[in-house]
Structure formats: C-alpha cells, structure tokens
C-alpha cells in the first residue's frame, strides 16, 4: 500500500491567493482527519471525515477554510484567501473504524504564505 | 474530554543507555493509547499502541511502553538509545467513543554519540 498520499509537498503563496491542498487517505479507511502543526500550537486537528461525511469542523480556524471529501478516495483542504499566519505544516491521517486502530500520517505539505 | 500530557518538552540521553520518554494521560472510561514518532520534514509514524490486555507494549524500532492505570501513565521505553532514535515522539489517547485520537504536545529527543 502506497500509503496516505498528500499533495503538493511544498507550497509557496502569496498573501490574498487561494491554496488547496489535497489527500488521498489509504484505500478501505473511512475515517480522514485535516492537521496542522506549528511550533507555537503543536499538532491541532482541523476536521475530520467518516465515510466522508464531516464530523467535526470545530478545529476549524476560521472561514477562511474548508474541507471537503467528494469520495472515499479524496479529499481537499483549501485556504481562501491565505494570510501568513496559516502558514504551517499540513497533514493528513486516515484509519479504520473501530477504536483500537491507528491513524496513519501522510507526509504532509509545507505551506509559505509571503 | 480525553487530554494527554507530555511533562518533557526535550529528553537527552547517550547512545547505549536507556531511555524514557514520559506520557499520562486523562480520560473517562478505557483509554486506547498509542505512540507517534515524527523525523525531521516527516509526518507521524506508528510505534505502538495499548488496546487491553498485558500492561507492557512492545512495538516497532525495539521501543516498549507500559501502561500503568493507577498512575494513568504510558511511558515509552528502550534498553538501549541510538542516536537514530533522536526524533519528535508523541503520546495519544482515545476514549472508547469512535473520537479522534487527542495528541500530546510532543517530547524531543536527542540521543548523544
């Protein structure tokens, strides 16, 4: 298994631009969580999909973003517009139902906003 | 709600001497607990997890934890450090409802030549 598959791996913007980032969760997972990590906050969950279908925006920041899985095989993250504050490390998880299983991390995207 | 914390933001320790890196952890009912490590420009890589049964975990990379109720404790353990082991490690916890796994802070360590 090719693993939770992120992309872009980096991304650059300028302030005001639209930024998506996009998730392929492992293949027979229905669960997908949207992180972000910063030095100053540390790891904060965004959203979180189940049979994608959103469970909880609350991590959400603002409306600014959005997040949306069209199938089980995808989903996107986007910004818009960007500011330099969201820039962070993106990252997204997928697992099974059940509680005894683990999320698995995509490699995440960098994001720059300038 | 289910929190963790992670007491060290940095652990340091020589190569061959053991280490432990220290979680505990709150939450109402049965706790699912789980290590994460992160390597630099990484994402969050499995170790181990506790879902019931024997208190002592073992998992990937030769690293251990044990869980311990009474203390609401899940240190994670190794004999004997490598200096490849030097990376972010996290703690999580999950309650016994489908949630999210809620993530420590985080420790660092660094092990020493």
């Known amino acids: 298994d090719a693993g939770v598959i992120q992309s872009p791996r980096h991304e650059v913007t300028e302030m005001g631009q639209e930024v998506t980032l996009r998730c392929k969760p492992i293949?027979?997972?229905?669960?997908l969580f949207w992180y972000r990590q910063t030095m100053m906050r540390g790891l904060e969950l965004l959203i979180y999909?189940?049979?994608?279908?959103?469970?909880?925006d609350s991590g959400m920041p603002e409306d600014r973003f959005s997040a949306k899985m069209p199938n089980a095989s995808f989903s996107t993250l986007k910004i818009q517009p960007s500011e330099p504050r969201d820039s962070a490390v993106y990252f997204c998880a997928s697992s099974l139902l059940g509680r005894g299983y683990e999320q698995y991390f995509g490699p995440g995207t960098r994001l720059t906003v300038t | 709600a289910q929190s963790v914390a992670q007491p060290e933001d940095q652990v340091n320790v020589a190569e061959g001497n053991p280490l432990t890196v220290k979680c505990t952890y709150s939450v109402s009912g049965n706790p699912y607990l789980f290590w994460y490590v992160q390597y630099p420009n990484r994402g969050l890589q499995f170790l181990l997890k506790y879902i019931t049964g024997d208190n002592l975990v073992k998992g990937s990379y030769g690293f251990e934890a044990e869980f311990n109720k009474s203390q609401t404790s899940f240190h994670l353990k190794k004999p004997s450090a490598l200096v490849s082991d030097s990376a972010l490690y996290f703690c999580?916890?999950?309650?016994?409802?489908?949630?999210?796994?809620?993530f420590g802070k985080g420790t660092r360590l660094s092990v020493i030549a």
């Open positions: 999909f189940n049979n994608n279908v959103p469970i909880d």
């Open positions: 999580a916890v999950r309650d016994e409802g489908n949630t999210p796994l809620v």
């Open positions: 293949s027979g997972h229905d669960y």
